[in-house]
């Protein structure tokens, strides 16, 4: 008897039992309503078998699924499931949910219909935990929960517990990291550093598109951590970074382990090398960096360790060197000369001529510029890019001839309502529209937006382009003579300040008077 899938029909079974005996107020909206809320697909055991499942939308007016370009939006349609058709008229509509043959995820959905949201929650198998490598989690389906060993290789957001792992198959992102009571917002309390073995258990998302995606488990629960046996106690200059001309940087170790080895990748091999290192507990290592003709580099270095039965320990640093590159606004490159000097400059996308080409144009704080044949360009208009590159000119006209982005920064655009719902982070960025409904301080741009639906959104600051400092941030109001009733769109992060949800340190993007 095949136990595991009576198993699953059970669970299926008494989700539905529950969700009919809970949700009866969302089920029976007056505007939309469904035939069930909660649908199950599920497992064909041949791999080629599409699993559906079908309800009935019965709405009196036009209705559709939301979805969202943000990877990380709570109800964006997953890519392993299929939901015929995403939108439809006043009236009955039979609705189809497809998805392959997998086992263990689970999403919700939701409809828009005349200002309203129907949820409905999908759920394929019986939800896993399946042990992986990080190649396997890479490779794997959304949605589906992995347990994954390795070691932490870099923390970058010490609030939420933001970090990378890796082992010997590759390197997963870890967005997101529970501490011992299941709450958020908390990382330092479980005391990882980088080097130390970790066990965390979470469900997998792709965020951002091919070449570009990240793999990601999500608000990981941590089940085991072994310290590292080997640490970096102290680095001199503090933040390893070697001047342009060439220098040394030193690293002072704590190890407990059986000796130390030190790996430096090959590509740095060539600029960076290592020319003295001690032994015993406090083991100290002198990297030296050759004079650097191009632009900014870094590189990380491994320091090996083992204990007594050979099980390999390390800790990673990375040592960085500054270039040649001049950092430049906008307003400074135009007038600049034409000559061998590289620039590097960081602005919005707010024109593209032709994306496979790199042709494409920014603008920061003090102006706009045309950028000409740029490798590595992936973005959109709102996007906002680093780019190294000559001053040129066309016609007599300055640009950035053959450049290279080096950095994307993706801004999504939302409604003021999506823009509402959003999780708070400086890190993440987003393009709102709305009407000025209250200018609250003229000078740097505090005020409110209201939405055609009536949502209102705080901006605090509304600045003339990326990369304004100081007074530069001022005074763009009565600049461009903004005025209560003009529409306006702003790119910035979400935050919250006294309760209240805010656009913080908005970017002017355009408006319409």
């Not at 908390?186 to 998302?205: H, M, Q, R, W, Y």
């Not at 450049?403 to 890190?427: R, S």
Request: aromatic share 8%; with cysteine; hydrophobic share 35%.
């Amino acid at each position: 008897m095949n136990y595991k899938f009576l198993f699953t029909a059970f669970v299926a079974l008494m989700g539905m039992v529950l969700v009919s005996c809970s949700d009866d107020e969302a089920t029976y909206l007056s505007e939309i309503r469904v035939s069930q809320s909660y649908v199950s697909l599920p497992v064909p055991e041949n791999k080629q078998t599409v699993a559906s499942a079908s309800i009935e939308v019965d709405a009196n007016s036009p209705w559709a699924f939301y979805d969202s370009e943000d990877t990380k939006d709570t109800y964006k349609i997953p890519s392993w499931l299929k939901i015929t058709p995403l939108k439809g008229e006043a009236g009955k509509t039979k609705v189809t949910f497809e998805a392959d043959s997998a086992s263990g995820r689970e999403c919700s959905v939701k409809i828009l219909c005349a200002g309203k949201e129907q949820v409905i929650n999908v759920i394929q198998g019986v939800k896993e935990v399946e042990n992986a490598t990080c190649a396997q989690v890479i490779a794997g389906a959304d949605s589906k929960t992995y347990r994954v060993t390795g070691t932490c290789t870099g923390i970058y957001n010490t609030t939420y517990g933001n970090w990378y792992l890796t082992d010997e198959t590759g390197t997963i992102t870890i967005y997101g990291t529970l501490d011992k009571n299941g709450q958020t917002k908390n990382f330092a309390s479980l005391g990882i550093e980088v080097g130390d073995i970790v066990t965390v258990e979470g469900p997998k998302t792709t965020y951002g598109t091919p070449p570009n995606e990240v793999h990601e488990l999500v608000d990981v629960t941590v089940i085991k951590i072994e310290k590292s046996l080997i640490k970096v106690v102290d680095i001199d200059p503090a933040d390893a970074t070697v001047p342009v001309e060439g220098g040394e940087v030193k690293f002072n170790l704590d190890c407990k382990g059986n000796g130390v080895s030190v790996v430096i990748p090959t590509e740095a091999q060539d600029w960076l090398s290592m020319v003295n290192v001690t032994s015993g507990a406090n083991p100290v290592v002198v990297f030296k960096a050759a004079p650097n003709a191009g632009g900014d580099r870094s590189i990380d270095v491994t320091f090996k360790t083992t204990d007594a039965s050979g099980k390999e320990y390390t800790a990673v640093a990375t040592v960085s060197q500054k270039g040649a590159i001049v950092d430049i606004n906008i307003a400074d490159f135009l007038a600049a000369a034409e000559n061998s000097t590289v620039y590097r400059l960081e602005g919005v996308v707010v024109g593209v001529t032709d994306a496979a080409k790199g042709r494409f144009t920014i603008r920061d704080y003090s102006g706009e510029v045309y950028v000409y044949n740029a490798t590595g360009f992936t973005g959109k208009v709102g996007d906002v890019v680093t780019v190294e590159g000559k001053r040129t000119s066309y016609n007599g006209t300055p640009q950035v001839g053959s450049g290279d982005v080096k950095n994307e920064i993706p801004v999504t655009k939302v409604t003021i309502e999506e823009f509402l719902t959003k999780e708070d982070n400086k890190d993440v960025y987003y393009m709102v529209t709305g009407t000025i409904d209250e200018i609250a301080n003229a000078t740097y741009g505090n005020l409110y937006l209201t939405s055609e639906g009536g949502a209102r959104l705080y901006v605090y600051g509304t600045y003339p382009g990326w990369g304004a400092t100081g007074d530069a941030r001022k005074n763009l109001i009565a600049t461009l003579g903004l005025e209560v009733g003009d529409e306006l769109t702003v790119i910035g992060s979400k935050t919250t300040y006294n309760g209240t949800p805010q656009v913080n340190n908005g970017i002017y993007f355009g408006h319409v008077k």
